[in-house]
Each structure stands twice: as structure tokens, then as C-alpha cells.
């Protein structure tokens, strides 16, 4: 079973940082694309990032010069480092993770159960 945990989210005033964490545990061979995704109430879940295997990121125009994606392949973990944080940003956090169970197959997605990020103006 494969499980993704998240930490690192909180109350935080505009202008801060916040460093999030998403740590995949289980049995698998492989994690491919490791990305972060948010949703604010009544908004659709949108892309923050995204790390491939090779560590080549992609960021969403809000995050780009803010946010910064990383990967500890032996850890199993992605972090997000999030600077200047604005009241924009509050919304529920999560990893997506493309993992391959095996080396034969093709990656399938997990999800985390979310971090919340609140920031205060």
C-alpha cells in the first residue's frame, strides 16, 4: 500500500515562508513526476509544481519566483519551498505522486490527504 504524507503547512502572516513536505512510503520501484497541487474553497484543485525524475520543474505563473520544488530521491520526498507567501495562497495543499509499482508498468497517480495553508494579511 502506498502511502503519501504531507506536513509542514500552518498559520503563517504575509510575507513569510512555509516549507511543505510530502514523504511516499510502501512498496513500489519508482517515483516518477513528484508535484504540488492546491485548492482554495469554492476554487478548482490547480498545479503549483512539478519535479520530473530527471529534475526538471514547471511552476505555475503564482508560484514562479516565490515557490521552489525540490526532490530527496532516497528519501522518497518532495518539498516545497514557499516565500513571500501571500493571502492568495491560503488554500489546502497536496502532493501528487506518478509511481511506478513495478519496472514493467506504467506509472499510476497517488494523492495526499492535503495540508492546509493559511496565510494572514
Known amino acids: 500500500q502506498v502511502q503519501l504524507v504531507e506536513s509542514g503547512g500552518g498559520l503563517v502572516q504575509a510575507g513569510g515562508s512555509l516549507r511543505l513536505s510530502c514523504a511516499a512510503s510502501?512498496?513500489?520501484?519508482?517515483?516518477?513526476?513528484m508535484g504540488w497541487y492546491r485548492q482554495a474553497p469554492g476554487k478548482q484543485r490547480e498545479l503549483v509544481a512539478f519535479?520530473?525524475?530527471?529534475?526538471?520543474?514547471n511552476y505555475a505563473n503564482s508560484a514562479k519566483d516565490r515557490f521552489t520544488i525540490s526532490r530527496d530521491n532516497a528519501k522518497n520526498t518532495v518539498y516545497l519551498q514557499m516565500n513571500s507567501l501571500k493571502p492568495e495562497d491560503t488554500a489546502l495543499y497536496y502532493c501528487?505522486?506518478?509511481?511506478?509499482?513495478?519496472?514493467?508498468?506504467?506509472?499510476?497517480?497517488?494523492w495526499g490527504q492535503g495540508t492546509q495553508v493559511t496565510v494572514s494579511s
Open positions: 510502501g512498496r513500489f520501484f519508482s517515483i516518477d513526476t
Open positions: 519535479i520530473s525524475l530527471g529534475n526538471s520543474t
Open positions: 501528487k505522486h506518478a509511481i511506478r509499482l513495478t519496472q514493467r508498468v506504467s506509472p499510476r497517480e497517488y
